[in-house]
């Protein structure tokens, strides 16, 4: 499979601008033979926007934004994965969301971020409440998680533990926490021998400033693709093959012992 990954600035001149910006890297990515386009966290509005104006921009996964998504999608030929707002049907704040569409226009997966950072999203989101189903897609096993997920190992385990091939990661990660996109999600791959996708914004949003690094990480960890800080897209070739080649060299999946880890799946309130 072949996919690609736009790493930006967040835009802040609307979703009607967001949609036109996607279509010009859908177009790159479909030119470049990619199967797979994916944004950063909460793309279609941009991610320190504060609570009033999430809420204002917040739609259902099936709503007008995503189906000019799915126009997209279907006239280049290609998936997409993108961040949005999602409204809560029951009243609530928004759930910070991804999804993905493939080449038929069809949503095939979604997830609501379930670890939330920090200030910034709990004043604007509520927390999903279970990881993603693992989905086939193109003869792959897919997992989502959005920024802050990638962050604690047990996620990336379980999900390697329900059979996923590859993590796709939009994140809103900034300076100065660059050491997540270099060291955290390369050692989720590598720990995991799976593929993990890290698409980040680059520039300023606020009093945010975006680090980018956006990248491609194998099942060994090495990078297949990296950005730099600026924008732009990275393209990278996978091979599912590499997977199970890695896990029978490594093999931390195997020799891993459950039984002493209880205490991973337990719920604690004094830490």
Not at 105 to 124: E, M, N, P, S, W
Not at 228 to 237: E, K, S
Request: proline residues 6%.
């Amino acid at each position: 499979m072949k996919i690609a990954c736009m790493q930006i600035a967040p835009a802040s001149s609307g979703v009607a601008h967001c949609l036109e910006q996607l279509d010009g890297y859908a177009a790159q990515a479909r030119s470049a033979g990619c199967d797979l386009l994916v944004t950063p966290e909460m793309y279609l509005t941009g991610y320190n926007i504060g609570a009033a104006r999430v809420l204002e921009l917040a739609q259902p996964a099936d709503g007008p934004d995503a189906a000019q998504v799915a126009d997209i999608a279907r006239r280049h030929g290609l998936a997409i994965l993108y961040g949005y707002p999602q409204a809560d049907p029951r009243g609530g704040a928004p759930f910070n969301a991804v999804q993905m569409i493939d080449a038929a226009g069809a949503r095939i997966a979604h997830y609501r971020k379930t670890h939330l950072y920090g200030d910034v999203d709990r004043a604007q989101f509520q927390a999903g409440h279970a990881r993603a189903p693992v989905v086939a897609w193109n003869g792959w096993r897919i997992a989502l998680a959005i920024c802050y997920d990638i962050e604690f190992p047990e996620l990336t385990r379980a999900y390697a533990l329900d059979g996923a091939d590859l993590v796709l990661t939009p994140t809103a990660n900034m300076i100065p926490y660059d050491s997540v996109a270099t060291r955290l999600v390369p050692a989720r791959a590598e720990e995991n021998g799976l593929f993990v996708v890290y698409a980040n914004y680059c520039g300023s949003e606020g009093d945010f400033d975006y680090c980018g690094l956006s990248c491609v990480c194998a099942p060994d960890g090495r990078d297949v693709a990296r950005a730099g800080r600026g924008p732009g897209l990275i393209v990278a070739d996978l091979d599912r093959a590499e997977i199970a080649r890695t896990r029978q060299a490594v093999r931390y999946l195997h020799d891993r012992r459950p039984e002493i880890y209880t205490k991973i799946g337990t719920a604690r309130d004094d830490i």
